[in-house]
Antibody, heavy 125, light 107 residues
Framework: QVQLVESGGGVVQPGGSLRLSCAAS????????MHWVRQAPGRGLEWVAF????????YYTDSVKGRFTISRDNSKNTLYLQMNSLRAEDTAVYYC??????????????????WGQGTLVTVSS | AIQLTQSPSSLSASVGDRVTITCRAS??????LAWYQQKPGKPPKLLIY???SLESGVPSRFSGSGSGTDFTLTISSLQPEDFATYYC?????????FGQGTKLEIK
């Protein structure tokens, strides 16, 4: 079955950097787009970023553009989120999530069908 | 970005009740809407996709409807395990966005 295991969370000072990883198994990772979604403590879900199955296109929510970079290594079945210039408002559980549609590119849009357990990022001095 | 507004934000109901949650989009999104259930300390779980298609393994008491800007999630007869928070999400365009959530509590 699909398994998504996030790692790399922790406590970081404002202005600092952190890289999250998501190890995927149980499906053909290189065929599917992947998302990062976050949830601040006691708050709702916020979509953060998406990368197409082949890495050709990347999309971000406005609040992280220019600070966060989503990437993937299909040879290692791993998704990444490089987070720079971190702010207190970036404090959240970060979920790695799989897109439903295989080989979704161009004008294809699809939904999240599987989620990891999440990793907590705390930005605090 | 497309805004999604859920109503109500919270809801108290009893086992056996029929419950409806509404999600309104700030612009038309065709049927590009999904519904998720989240319990405390757990990741979300997909319930409905394409506005009205039931995810495999999800009980048939869950149903979704709507298109364009107005959508609903209905639970026909609440069970104890249904008390959770529910989110809608649009995937019509990037950035994808979620509604603010509806917390369903036991009356």
């Amino acid at each position: 079955q699909v398994q998504l295991v996030e790692s790399g969370g922790g406590v970081v000072q404002p202005g600092g950097s952190l890289r999250l990883s998501c190890a995927a198994s149980g499906f053909t990772f290189s065929s599917y787009g992947m998302h990062w979604v976050r949830q601040a403590p006691g708050r709702g879900l916020e979509w953060v970023a998406f990368i197409r199955y082949d890495g050709s296109n990347k999309y971000y929510t406005d609040s992280v553009k220019g600070r966060f970079t989503i990437s993937r290594d299909n040879s290692k079945n791993t998704l990444y989120l490089q987070m720079n210039s971190l702010r207190a408002e970036d404090t959240a559980v970060y979920y790695c999530a799989k897109d439903y549609e295989a080989y979704c590119g161009g004008d294809c849009y699809s939904w999240v069908d599987c989620w990891g357990q999440g990793t907590l990022v705390t930005v605090s001095s | 970005a497309i805004q999604l507004t859920q109503s109500p934000s919270s809801l108290s109901a009893s086992v056996g009740d029929r419950v409806t949650i509404t999600c309104r989009a700030s612009q038309a999104i065709s049927s590009a809407l999904a519904w998720y259930q989240q319990k405390p300390g757990k990741p979300p779980k997909l319930l409905i996709y394409d506005a009205s298609s039931l995810e495999s393994g999800v009980p048939s008491r869950f149903s979704g409807s709507g298109s364009g800007t107005d959508f609903t999630l209905t639970i026909s007869s609440l069970q104890p395990e249904d008390f959770a928070t529910y989110y809608c999400q649009q995937f019509n365009s990037y950035p994808q966005t979620f509604g603010q959530g509806t917390k369903l509590e036991i009356k």
